[in-house]
Nanobody
């Protein structure tokens, strides 16, 4: 299984960026897909995740500004990030979770998002 992420970059406060991620692997169909982020010295934190057949969850800090969309048939997720703030600066990681026993997380290579004037 591989997760291929794209997007990110540098933007001014109030601007927009988007991230995309595609999961590939024969027969792979993750139960959940989404994005996490991490800044140096802190734990990786949830940004947004879509659970197949269920809800899309957002961190409180991004509600109303970020929108996650998922194409289950093609194993892709897209994160639209609007009204970005300097505190959104982080390395963003695509995640796909399979509900094996125990559940297993697949991670993409991180992509940098920098919000700065």
């Amino acid at each position: 299984v591989q997760l291929q992420a794209s997007g990110g970059g540098l933007v001014q406060p109030g601007g927009s960026l988007s991230l995309s991620c595609a999961a590939s692997g024969s027969g792979f169909s993750p139960n959940a897909m989404g994005w996490y982020r991490q800044v140096p010295g802190k734990q990786r934190e949830l940004v947004s995740v879509n659970i197949r057949g269920g809800n899309t969850i957002y961190a409180d800090s991004v509600k109303g500004r970020f929108t996650l969309s998922r194409d289950i048939a093609n194993n892709t997720v897209h994160l639209q990030m609007d009204n970005l703030k300097p505190e959104d600066t982080a390395v963003y990681y695509c995640n796909a979770r399979a509900y094996y026993t125990p559940p297993y997380d697949y991670w993409g290579r991180g992509t940098q998002v920098t919000v700065s004037s």
